[in-house]
């Protein structure tokens, strides 16, 4: 069952005014087949919020808009019963780097009831043939990406996350993890995926070198992942905004 499904599970529908807090395909899609008074959506850029405002589901109650949480205008006076975050802290350093503090405190903000945040734990120092497998291919994803001049997702650990949110006067009311589990497939994706960014680099030396590192990695997922190996896990936090400190805004 998907990490959103479980959500429902313990928080019912129908839901009142909801906030996907960082809106991509995924969320969006699920949120749009859920029973909501209206629903709102905040992504970085024009282009994805075009592409998810002609998402079938769509109504006259519901919107997406384009902003960044840094702007202390965005959202102003408004607030919601729901907010879901699903992977929105991992993914704000490619926005708005070592700002998850701030982007914390604005979320609960604009939050009367429930938030329901979905993470992904960082990936801990791998101790088996595969996990350090797996870890090479997060590695050299990241190096690919900031060798192009992007910035990669940042994802935080879950005590990090609990310890900021109940600063604030959130309370979690219950959590959950989930752990993941890789094979040789999930590396040929990931590769795949690589290599086609490889096409992008000016040094094309560079390139073939890695290349070549993505064709040994292919040759050890299939060596030591024939059967899926567990690593790190998703975390999913139900918060009471209820009892958040008033003067946050």
């Known amino acids: 069952m998907d990490l959103l499904d479980q959500i429902v599970l313990r928080h019912p529908l129908p839901w009142g005014d909801v906030l ?5 395909a995924s969320s969006w899609g699920w949120l749009l087949k859920q029973t909501c008074r209206s629903r709102t959506g905040i992504t970085a850029e024009e282009a994805r919020a075009q592409a998810l405002r002609e998402r079938p589901g769509m109504g006259p109650q519901d919107e997406v808009l384009v902003g960044l949480w ?7 006076g408004r607030r919601f019963d729901v907010i879901l975050a699903d992977y929105l802290f991992g993914a704000c350093d490619r926005y708005a780097p070592h700002f998850q ?4 405190e604005r979320v609960l903000s604009k939050c009367s009831g429930w938030l329901f945040l979905i ?15 797996l870890f090479e291919v997060a590695q050299l994803r990241d190096a690919v990406q900031l060798l192009l001049g992007n910035r990669p997702h940042r994802e935080l650990p879950q005590a990090w996350i609990e310890r900021h949110i109940e600063a604030r006067g959130a309370r979690i009311a219950w959590k959950e993890r989930y752990q993941n589990l890789y094979d040789a497939d999930w590396v040929a994706r990931e590769v795949a995926s690589l290599e086609q ?11 073939q070198v890695l290349r070549r590192r993505c064709h040994a990695l292919r040759q050890r997922a299939a060596e030591y992942l024939k059967s899926a190996a567990s690593y790190s896990f998703d975390y999913l936090l ?4 209820s009892s958040a400190q008033r003067g946050l805004q």
């Open 20 to 24: 996907d807090a960082g809106t991509g």
């Open 238 to 241: 139900g918060v009471d905004c």
């Open 119 to 133: 993470g992904l734990e960082p990936q801990p120092a791998p101790n088996t043939p595969a996990q350090s497998c």
């Open 101 to 104: 503090e701030e982007m914390i």
């Open 70 to 76: 840094q702007d202390p205008l965005l959202l102003q």
């Open 197 to 207: 960014n490889l096409e992008l680099f000016q040094d094309r030396g560079l390139a």
